[in-house]
């Protein structure tokens, strides 16, 4: 157990829909990171913020964004999903924003558009 | 465009035989390599390399970096069907004032009894 949580574990939806995902990062964590996992594309880095501030931004689409909120949770917002948007969605979380830093991952959503 | 490149991108060993992963980057301002594990969850940290010729250890599992090839190797000896898992590299790259963290594609490590 990493100590990062994540909610929902599951997630089946319509194209079209817009959901929420959820990340508590580890107690002192200031840094989120958001991944996607697709059996086609990878682990791909979609965001980071820190300590509330977006610090880093990947391949995140437009359709998506992401907040950190005073309490350090973060949630990763998919809106007018499509079918390619299924994926696992990783949320990992590290103590400070500089490099070096080991990151350490929740259990992941996973996500189903259909 | 950062890049990390892992190989084989899949391997089929024995129990007992020793195995070696691959992972070449391209990456501005380089600031250290990570090795994940990742089974049928989330990945688990291994190894975190920053510094050139130096051979991290534990138990089986060793990983060295070169950083004027940019590339490094993760070693596993006298592998065991628990090891069985997808090997994550990452590179970790600092750019305009950002950490940003690039992954490889992984090998899939199967170890048959």
């Known amino acids: 157990d990493s100590g990062v949580t994540q909610t929902p574990k599951h997630l089946i939806t319509a194209t079209g829909q817009r959901v929420t995902l959820r990340c508590s990062p580890r107690s002192g964590d200031l840094s989120v990171y958001w991944y996607q996992q697709s059996l086609d594309q990878g682990l791909q880095f979609l965001i980071q913020y820190y300590n509330g501030e977006e610090r880093a931004k990947g391949n995140i689409l437009e359709r998506f964004s992401a907040q950190q909120f005073p309490d350090l949770h973060s949630e990763l917002n998919l809106s007018s999903l499509e079918l390619g948007d299924s994926a696992l969605y990783f949320c990992?979380?590290?103590?400070?924003?500089?490099?070096?830093?080991?990151?350490?991952f929740g259990p992941g959503t996973r996500l189903l558009v259909l | 465009e950062d890049k990390v490149v892992q190989s084989p991108l899949s391997l089929v060993v024995h129990e007992g035989d020793t195995v070696t992963l691959n992972c070449s980057y391209e990456v501005t301002n380089f600031r250290s390599l990570l090795w994940y594990k990742q089974e049928k969850k989330a990945p688990t940290f291994l190894f975190m390399l920053?510094?050139?010729?130096i051979e991290k250890k534990s138990g089986r599992l060793s990983s060295i970096l070169d950083k004027k090839e940019l590339f490094s190797i993760l070693n596993i000896t006298a592998t065991q069907t628990g090891d069985s898992a997808i090997y994550l590299c990452?590179?970790?790259?600092?750019?305009?004032?950002?950490?940003?963290?690039?992954f490889g594609q992984g090998t899939r490590l199967t170890i048959n009894p």
């Open positions: 920053t510094s050139s010729g």
């Open positions: 990992a979380s590290s103590a400070t924003q500089q490099g070096g830093e080991t990151q350490y």
């Open positions: 990452a590179v970790e790259a600092f750019s305009r004032g950002a950490q940003k963290l690039v």
